[in-house]
């Protein structure tokens, strides 16, 4: 279904890089060590990064480069290692925007009962993902998904990002990502840093608690997530958007390693 993509089939695919696009060397940075750990273990891989970051809790954070600039680097990752990428977008116009940089349009969370962004994403033929709303039952996905394939565009995945719990949690209602593959019928990921997020704080600062990203991660795997999903940076105590709830790059291949061990256990039954 996606462009590019090596190994398709042979384990759970990853789509992982940095929340925003910070700059040129950082992105090609990430990208290469984790086509490196990939090629390693067989993982089918989607290089993440957003070109911007239009939803923020204040105005004076960090929201991206240009968005030309960021688009830019983005291509320059897939055709330097030859993988497909990703990235969000945020209204309808920037669906034809961004779609010739990218091989897969994610529409956020926030955003997916937008029907003009999901039809305009839809009509760019570009593989859809569709994050799921922290409001939204599993259920409620497939009309979603309905909205894509009405369209023309079968090409469509579901990312499941945790629900509301309270003001300043989220948790993962795991018996989601089954429904979703039921009733949905298309592939579901598992966001395992956005999932773990803190938002809506005091400070103005979304929190996290990335000592909580194996956990999540190995239950994912455990009950048939289709793919994951992490935001990664080498030192996330300076990333310029979610800090708080990245994995450290270095981090990435062991984690990596041990899902590929759950993955291969729960194939058997």
């Given at each position: 279904m996606i462009p590019k993509l090596k190994y398709e089939g042979s384990n759970f695919l990853l789509l992982a890089g940095p929340c925003v696009i910070e700059s040129e060397q950082m992105a090609l940075e990430i990208a290469e060590r984790i086509v490196t750990i990939t090629d390693k273990l067989r993982i089918p891989y989607v290089f993440k990064g957003s070109y911007r970051k239009a939803n923020r809790s204040r105005i004076d954070s960090f929201s991206g480069i240009g968005d030309e600039k960021a688009l830019n680097i983005l291509r320059k990752v897939g055709e330097t290692f030859n993988i497909p990428t990703v990235t969000d977008i945020h209204s309808a116009p920037e669906a034809a925007m961004a779609a010739p940089y990218v091989d897969v349009l994610q529409i956020p969370a926030f955003l997916c009962r937008q029907t003009d962004i999901l039809m305009a994403a839809a009509q760019t033929g570009k593989v859809v993902n569709?994050?799921?709303g922290q409001f939204l039952?599993?259920?409620?996905?497939?009309?979603?998904?309905a909205k894509v394939r009405d369209c023309g565009n079968n090409q469509v995945m579901i990312t499941e990002r945790g629900t509301t719990f309270g003001y300043q949690d989220l948790v993962v209602d795991y018996r989601g990502i089954p429904v979703m593959q039921k009733t949905s019928n298309c592939p579901v990921i598992l966001d395992i840093t956005h999932?773990?997020?803190?938002p809506n704080q005091a400070s103005g600062v979304t929190g996290g608690q990335p000592a909580l990203i194996e956990t999540i991660a190995r239950a994912g795997i455990a009950v048939g997530a289709d793919g994951i999903f992490i935001e990664t940076h080498p030192n996330p105590s300076i990333a310029k958007s979610d800090g708080a709830n990245m994995l450290p790059l270095d981090l990435l291949e062991g984690l990596l390693s041990k899902l590929v061990q759950i993955r291969q256990v729960v194939a058997k039954f």
């Amino acid at each position: 279904m996606i462009p590019k993509l090596k190994y398709e089939g042979s384990n759970f695919l990853l789509l992982a890089g940095p929340c925003v696009i910070e700059s040129e060397q950082m992105a090609l940075e990430i990208a290469e060590r984790i086509v490196t750990i990939t090629d390693k273990l067989r993982i089918p891989y989607v290089f993440k990064g957003s070109y911007r970051k239009a939803n923020r809790s204040r105005i004076d954070s960090f929201s991206g480069i240009g968005d030309e600039k960021a688009l830019n680097i983005l291509r320059k990752v897939g055709e330097t290692f030859n993988i497909p990428t990703v990235t969000d977008i945020h209204s309808a116009p920037e669906a034809a925007m961004a779609a010739p940089y990218v091989d897969v349009l994610q529409i956020p969370a926030f955003l997916c009962r937008q029907t003009d962004i999901l039809m305009a994403a839809a009509q760019t033929g570009k593989v859809v993902n569709i994050k799921k709303g922290q409001f939204l039952s599993a259920e409620a996905m497939q009309f979603a998904v309905a909205k894509v394939r009405d369209c023309g565009n079968n090409q469509v995945m579901i990312t499941e990002r945790g629900t509301t719990f309270g003001y300043q949690d989220l948790v993962v209602d795991y018996r989601g990502i089954p429904v979703m593959q039921k009733t949905s019928n298309c592939p579901v990921i598992l966001d395992i840093t956005h999932s773990l997020q803190q938002p809506n704080q005091a400070s103005g600062v979304t929190g996290g608690q990335p000592a909580l990203i194996e956990t999540i991660a190995r239950a994912g795997i455990a009950v048939g997530a289709d793919g994951i999903f992490i935001e990664t940076h080498p030192n996330p105590s300076i990333a310029k958007s979610d800090g708080a709830n990245m994995l450290p790059l270095d981090l990435l291949e062991g984690l990596l390693s041990k899902l590929v061990q759950i993955r291969q256990v729960v194939a058997k039954f």
